[in-house]
C-alpha cells in the first residue's frame, strides 16, 4: 500500500512530503493507521546532525547511511492489519508507540529494564526489527524510519513490541504525548532517579520534560519537588503538576534549597534543559 510521510533526505535539509509503498505485515507486526504524531525536540535533532550522521559521513565511517527517513517517535493510532504470530494486538486497538522497543524476554526486560531491551539496539539500523528487510521504499530506495517508528506517516507497519495497547477512551493526542516526553521525564524520576518518599527533587527545566518529571517526582512521594524556570507561566504549570516550590534560577533556588533541608541540599536533580 501506499502512504504519505514526512521524508528527511539528510542533514540539514527540509522535511519533504513523499509517497512511500509499505509492504505487507510480516510476522509479528501491525500496519497501525496513524491518528495523532507528535513534534519533538529530538526530530529536529535528526535535521541538525545532533542525533544523526549525514549520509556522506556515515559511508566514510563504514556505517549503513541512515537517511532517507521517515521522521516521527510519538504518536498513537489504531491497528488496522496484523501479521501472523502476532500475539496480544488485534485489528481495532487503539495504541500508543514507543521509541524504544520491549520484547519482554530478553536479559534486560526480564530484569524490569525493558528501556535497555535489546531489541533497542536496533532502533537506528536499517530496515524491520524483525527480520532486517527494507519494508519502506520510495520508487527503487529503502527509506529508513526513526526509531523503528516513522510517526510522520499516514500509516505505519511496527514490530508489535513497539506497540502499547491503551484503552478506547483514552483521547490519542494524550496517548502521543505519554509515548515520549510524559515516559520520559516520568521516568526520569521514577526509575532513574530512583525519587523516594520524603526526598528533595530538584528539577532544572520545565519544558514537556520537565513537567513530567515534577509529576513524577510529586508521584513518587518526594517531599519537596523544587522547579526552576526562567518564564513564570512554566512555574505556575510546574505547581498544577505537583511542584511545591519555584524558583527562577540556580542562584535564587540555591539558598532556598539549603534553608528548606537545613543545608543537606538535594536527593536528586533533573536536568530537563531542552537547549542550553
Known amino acids: 500500500m501506499k502512504t504519505r510521510a514526512a521524508v528527511l533526505w539528510d542533514v540539514n535539509q527540509d522535511w519533504k512530503i513523499e509517497e512511500v509503498e509499505l509492504g505487507e505485515p510480516g510476522p509479528r507486526e501491525v500496519l497501525v493507521k496513524t491518528k495523532v504524531a507528535g513534534m519533538c525536540h529530538s526530530d529536529e535533532h535528526m535535521v541538525t546532525g545532533d542525533l544523526s550522521f549525514a549520509n556522506e559521513a556515515a559511508i566514510a565511517m563504514g556505517i549503513d547511511p541512515m537517511f532517507p527517513l521517515i521522521g516521527g517517535h510519538e504518536g498513537s493510532g489504531e491497528v488496522i492489519q496484523v501479521g501472523p504470530g502476532v500475539t496480544h494486538l488485534a485489528v481495532g486497538d487503539h495504541v500508543a508507540v514507543s521509541f524504544i522497543p520491549a520484547c519482554g524476554k530478553c536479559h534486560y526486560c526480564a530484569k524490569g529494564q525493558q528501556m535497555l531491551c535489546d531489541l533497542g539496539a536496533k532502533a537506528f539500523t536499517k530496515g524491520m526489527i524483525s527480520d532486517g528487510r527494507d519494508a519502506h521504499h520510495i520508487g527503487e530506495e529503502a527509506v529508513n524510519t526513526f526509531a ?54 530538584v528539577i532544572i527545566g520545565c519544558g514537556g520534560v520537565g513537567m513530567n518529571a515534577v509529576q513524577g517526582a510529586a508521584v513518587a512521594g518526594a517531599k519537596r519537588v523544587i522547579a526552576i524556570d526562567p518564564m513564570e507561566f512554566k ?42
Not at 149 to 157: N, R, V
Not at 173 to 199: H, M, P, W
Not at 245 to 253: D, V
Open 148 to 201: 523503528k517508528l516513522g510517526t510522520f506517516s499516514e500509516y505505519m507497519l511496527l514490530s508489535e513490541d513497539s506497540v502499547v495497547k491503551i484503552d478506547q477512551d483514552l483521547p490519542f493526542q494524550a496517548a502521543a504525548l505519554v509515548s515520549c516526553g510524559v515516559a520520559t521525564g516520568f521516568g526520569s524520576a521514577i526509575n532513574r532517579a530512583e525519587v523516594k518518599a520524603g526526598d528533595t527533587v
Open 235 to 276: 512555574r505556575e504549570k510546574a505547581m498544577e503538576f505537583g511542584a511545591t516550590h519555584t524558583y527562577e534560577s540556580m542562584e535564587e533556588a540555591t539558598g532556598a534549597i539549603g534553608a528548606l533541608t537545613w543545608g543537606r541540599m538535594a536527593d536528586s536533580a533533573i536536568i530537563t534543559v531542552g537547549v542550553a
